[in-house]
């Protein structure tokens, strides 16, 4: 079962905030949204991460809502290098050795000059 | 790239021949990861790694075996490579399963074709 629903693509203006939405509805309590990108065939590069909290670090910031069932990756100053595939993410913890990250198919985004 | 390398990065095959993937870190890192890529389906688990000698099956292990036989090395075989399994390999490595350390780093990937 799917654990994240994205946009399969978006555009957005270089310069301007992109937000990337993603729902996650049946998350867990102790499972963290995570956000990656992909850029054109390279390994997935980290993002950012939360549980209940808004995050924010160099890179992005991320708003979790209130009952945890979406969240927005916010790019602030989208720029033509922030083109790539972005994935939300659910971990689930499911045993006492391992950590499963569920990759959706992710949001395509096109940043325009 | 935090340290990770993959070989071969790229690998033609046939059908019903054995594939070894290697994937090498530098980071003494204690959890690694499999994951294939294939279009319409994002990034799957194949197998993890809990430590030396330890390691369990991910989503989709079928066709797939690993081995860690020291900390900076985890390797998947396909012991008898099927078109199936022409996909996009990524290595990922962390350092915990909780906290900010639970952070899944990838490498560069290894693209397979089985003919």
């Known amino acids: 079962d799917a654990k994240t629903t994205q946009p399969p693509s978006m555009d957005c203006a270089e310069g301007r905030a992109a937000n990337l939405p993603c729902n996650h509805s049946?998350?867990?309590?102790?499972?963290?949204v995570y956000w990656y990108r992909q850029i054109h065939s390279q390994g997935p590069q980290y993002i950012i991460h939360g549980l209940k909290n808004n995050e924010t670090n160099e890179m992005a910031s991320l708003i979790i809502t209130e009952d945890r069932k979406s969240s927005t990756l916010i790019l602030p100053h989208a720029t033509l290098r922030d083109t790539a595939v972005y994935y939300c993410?659910?971990?689930?913890?499911?045993?006492?050795?391992?950590?499963?990250?569920?990759f959706g198919t992710g949001t395509s985004l096109t940043v325009i000059p | 790239d935090a340290g990770i390398t993959q070989s071969p990065r790229h690998k033609v095959t046939e059908t019903g021949t054995p594939v070894t993937l290697r994937c090498h870190q530098t980071?003494?890192?204690?959890?690694m990861y499999w994951y294939r890529q294939d279009p319409g389906h994002g990034l799957r688990l194949i197998h993890y790694?809990?430590?030396?000698?330890?390691?369990d099956k991910g989503e989709v292990s079928d066709g797939y075996s690993v081995s860690r036989s020291k900390t900076e090395d985890f390797l998947l075989t396909l012991e008898s490579a099927t078109s199936s399994q022409t996909s996009v390999y990524f290595c990922a490595i962390s350092e915990s399963l909780a906290g900010v350390k639970e952070t899944q780093y990838f490498g560069p990937g290894t693209r397979l074709l089985v003919l």
């Open positions: 790694s809990y430590g030396v000698k330890d390691t």
């Open positions: 049946t998350i867990s309590g102790n499972e963290y």
């Open positions: 993410i659910v971990r689930v913890t499911f045993s006492n050795t391992g950590n499963q990250f569920y």
């Open positions: 980071e003494n890192h204690r959890y």
